[in-house]
T-cell receptor, first 112, second 112 residues
Framework: EDKVVQSPLSLVVHEGDTVTLNCSYEVTNFRSLLWYKQEKKAPTFLFMLTSSGIEKKSGRLSSILDKKELFSILNITATQTGDSAVYLCLHDGGTSYGKLTFGQGTILTVHP | DGGITQSPKYLFRKEGQNVTLSCEQNLNHDAMYWYRQDPGQGLRLIYYSQIVNDFQKGDIAEGYSVSREKKESFPLTVTSAQKNPTAFYLC???????????FGDGTRLSIL
């Protein structure tokens, strides 16, 4: 059974701090790892990672995948209160229907 | 603007009643999905549909039913057989396989 584990489950920081969210996975047929940001209700897409060692970057957010050690990290630099959200890591098994295996999520709270 | 619309946002039903959650997308996506989110458990796949008039069970399909008569619509019925239906339900869609999924805003179902 495919498994995705995120850590920590919750994190509280102050504005300006840098945070690193972790995601480890055990899957039978790796295709891609995705990061989503869920605030209020609906998750929004952040990154899709398929190749090891290649950093994806979008503004203050960046993510990288290590396929040898089976993990990914999501970095957020100079955090802002608007970064407060649940961050979801999930594996896309890449079957024809795109079945996803979700981690539990990391709840990030950024205080002013 | 293209997107996914779930309705209603909040739904209350008495125990023993069937209830149908709506999901409509105008993204021209082939694939659609239903997830259930419970606190601390991430998202779990209920049903998915690769193409109109076709759908398959996900990991927790018992007590649920779906239909896909139109490409744009993928309604989910929570039947009285579902033992613990109170949860947050998310609908998603993707163009084809190996594409990130887009999510609706969700429906929170509470059984009285």
């Amino acid at each position: 059974e495919d498994k995705v584990v995120q850590s920590p489950l919750s994190l509280v920081v102050h504005e300006g701090d840098t945070v690193t969210l972790n995601c480890s996975y055990e899957v039978t047929n790796f295709r891609s790892l995705l990061w989503y940001k869920q605030e209020k209700k609906a998750p929004t897409f952040l990154f899709m990672l398929t190749s090891s060692g290649i950093e994806k970057k979008s503004g203050r957010l960046s993510s990288i995948l290590d396929k040898k050690e089976l993990f990914s990290i999501l970095n957020i630099t100079a955090t802002q209160t608007g970064d407060s959200a649940v961050y979801l890591c999930l594996h896309d098994g890449g079957t024809s229907y795109g079945k996803l295996t979700f981690g539990q999520g990391t709840i990030l709270t950024v205080h002013p | 603007d293209g997107g996914i619309t779930q309705s209603p946002k909040y739904l209350f039903r008495k125990e023993g009643q069937n209830v149908t959650l709506s999901c409509e997308q105008n993204l021209n996506h082939d694939a659609m999905y239903w997830y259930r989110q419970d606190p601390g458990q991430g998202l779990r796949l209920i049903y998915y549909s690769q193409i109109v008039n076709d759908f398959q069970k996900g990991d927790i399909a018992e007590g649920y039913s779906v239909s896909r008569e139109k490409k744009e619509s993928f309604p989910l019925t929570v039947t009285s057989a579902q033992k613990n239906p109170t949860a947050f339900y998310l609908c998603a869609s993707s163009p084809r396989y190996n594409q990130p999924q887009h999510f609706g805003d969700g429906t929170r179902l509470s059984i009285l």
